[in-house]
């Protein structure tokens, strides 16, 4: 069941699809590595408060946060929780293609979701 904006439950087709959930640091550097999650775009809605307002990139433009120019903001804690929607999911959701950030921080997010995907636990395609 898809949880609209208003918190009616309604049925919808997009309940399968896809997205990719980041955390993100503060700094100039670009997102490095596979997604923490990847989960259907309705559990992201339902679990963590994904909502069309969050918006804030197209897919071409990857968000960075904070001061642009600090030095060895590679080493921060993250602060930030981006979830990825890509074209096809748009097209299918009627959600816009791109970034959206929630109003969570990385520890709220995954006392909702759980342990993380550990990098080294990602399959590389040959």
Known sequence: MFLADDNVHQPWAGDNMSV???FAREGS???RGAAAYTMPLAACVEKIGLKKR?????LHDTPRFGDQSA????LDPYKHVVVKLGKEEAKASGW???YYRIDLNPK???ERLGEP???WSVRRQP
């Open 20 to 22: 990719e959930v980041f």
């Open 29 to 31: 550097q670009r997102q």
């Open 54 to 58: 969050h918006w804030i990139s197209p």
């Open 71 to 74: 030095q060895g903001s590679h």
């Open 96 to 98: 816009r293609a791109g």
């Open 108 to 110: 709220q997010a995954m």
């Open 117 to 119: 995907r550990k990098p």
